[in-house]
């Protein structure tokens, strides 16, 4: 049964990736709740650490003032779980204890601002009896369900802006420049930056690939006369021959359990690491198959920083704003009391 909240005590951390936008989510939440509904905001640090530890901040207007453009968070993040916190060398269950300081807290409801990890952890706190909101936040654009994330804006923008730039020197030294874009296991970064930067390859982590035809597609744009080659890599991008592998122990984990399935997970994270991430590796068989100087550009973490875009900062906004019990209704979703506020048509602003 859907209920109304207009007093009362709102938590708010963010966990995973640092993401542009998550302060405007932060300030949209706050401003939100703290005028139109007369609720205390309460910011714990680190993420689900911080409120294991119980270290929180006041977020009243002084503290929300002047974070709109500002790129990370202010309450700081970690990629700790609930249910294994690292604790003395070892990962213990540390859920109760979270729990107790949700209720210390005298929290009404305790909004986690992240992707697709932090989702999987709220959902076990609302499983523990905890109300909570979840707003998508990620550049990899992959929270399903959801059309767009923030952070997914800001962080193609520095791609594409990456690909201009080599353009001109790839043509001046007749190179292959490949650039390695954040996306572990999807492709929408990587995908997006090439299109709109004009790569003249692909490569992302949904379609295999063979160096033989990379190769080959490189060659046949000499031979029409292009002095150079922009190759647009995913870092989780893998070839046919290791996706293969990965399927085929993936089949023998169904129906599989105890000591054999922990056996076969090794496996699997090994494979991973083998086959995923090789750019290095990818532009030496390049340039001897080819014969062409490669170069490798990895973008990295200057995906994740910066001053945040127009578009992210309104989105963020706007999730921010509908997320705030004081202005939406909170309502269970899949009878399991977690509401993610995907979609801010209702929002009011």
Not at 40 to 59: A, C, H, P, T, Y
Request: proline share 2%; charged share 20%; hydrophobic share 40%.
């Amino acid at each position: 049964m859907a209920k109304q909240i207009r007093s009362g005590h709102i938590g708010i951390l963010t966990s995973g990736g640092d993401t542009p936008g998550l302060n405007a989510a932060i300030r949209g939440i706050g401003k939100t709740a703290t005028r139109g509904g007369g609720m205390q905001v309460i910011g714990f640090k680190d993420g689900f650490r911080g409120l294991m530890e119980n270290r929180s901040v006041r977020l009243d207007n002084h503290m929300l003032s002047g974070i709109l453009t500002m790129g990370g968070t202010i309450l700081g993040t970690s990629r700790d779980k609930p249910h294994k916190m690292p604790m003395g060398g070892k990962n213990v269950d540390m859920t109760d204890v979270i729990v107790e300081n949700y209720h210390k807290n005298h929290l009404d409801v305790l909004v986690c601002l992240g992707g697709g990890g932090t989702l999987k952890n709220a959902y076990r706190l609302s499983q523990a009896g905890c109300n909570i909101i979840t707003l998508p936040k990620t550049i990899d654009n992959d929270i399903m369900g959801t059309d767009v994330t923030f952070g997914f804006d800001t962080a193609l923008g520095i791609a594409v802006d990456a690909i201009d730039r080599l353009h001109s020197t790839a043509s001046s030294h007749h190179r292959i420049i490949i650039v390695e874009i954040m996306g572990h296991k999807v492709g929408w970064l990587a995908l997006g930056a090439g299109m709109a930067g004009g790569a003249d390859a692909i490569l992302i982590p949904e379609i295999p690939y063979t160096i033989d035809k990379l190769a080959d597609s490189i060659l046949e744009r000499v031979s029409r006369g292009k002095r150079f080659s922009i190759v647009a890599v995913a870092e989780g991008a893998i070839t046919v021959e290791g996706a293969n592998k990965i399927k085929a122990v993936e089949k023998k984990l169904d129906g599989t359990e105890g000591e054999q399935r922990a056996k076969l997970k090794s496996q699997l994270s090994a494979l991973d690491k083998e086959y995923r991430g090789s750019t290095m590796e990818m532009a030496e068989e390049l340039q001897m198959i080819t014969g062409l100087e490669t170069r490798v550009t990895i973008l990295g973490y200057l995906q994740r920083g910066g001053t945040p875009s127009a578009l992210d900062r309104m989105l963020a906004t706007r999730l921010g704003t509908s997320a705030t019990p004081a202005s939406a209704r909170y309502e269970s979703q899949l009878n399991c009391g977690i509401y993610s506020a995907r979609s801010a048509r209702d929002t009011v602003l």
